[in-house]
């Protein structure tokens, strides 16, 4: 493994135990085995590592969704959008909890880190808006990957916080896809 992900695996780690406070270059560069110099020299510093993850993470949302060719999507191929999506929530939950706004209070994307984050936005609404149809507005295209964001974004959310659930077993993925199919139907098309 190189240095880089070393460090960014490290980060992963410290930020899921401990959120964007547990992050510091001392505490990243003793988890990894690395000196802090070599944290600077990969990164800038803190900075530099929060939006690598950040990154990271748009990056990974976005690829999650590449499931749909140019052209009008059916429900089946949005709803393996959405599963992607919330696979991405469950493997890969320090990098989503930070782009969705766990981060450190003082960490602000860079403007490379922005442009991840609008084309994950951007793809998400080119795979929801092609399920409607082919006269639908960017209003209406938008809208609707609202909608489905809020529905598999907030599913994730809340099975990265829930407490009471120990002795249940709740299959949230099921559960998510079941209302995005819900509101998928309720579309006149």
Known sequence: MDARTKILNAASELFLEGGGDALSVRGISKRAG????????????????????????????????????????NKEQVLEACLGY???????????????????AGYQPSIEAIAARDSAFSKLVRVAG???????TIEERRQIALDIWAIVHGYVSISHHMVFTDD????????ALRVVEVQLDAIDI
Do not use: C
């Open 130 to 136: 092609s399920y409607l149809p082919d006269g639908a």
């Open 168 to 175: 249940i077993n709740l299959d949230w993925k099921s559960m």
């Open 34 to 73: 690395l000196s802090t110099i070599g944290i600077y020299s990969h990164f800038q510093g803190k900075q530099g590592i929060l939006d690598a993850l950040y990154i990271e993470g748009f990056n990974l949302v976005r690829e999650a969704m590449n499931v749909i060719p140019d052209g009008r999507a």
């Open 86 to 104: 919330l696979n991405v929530g469950e493997k890969y939950e320090a990098h989503y909890r930070l782009i969705f706004g766990e981060s450190d």
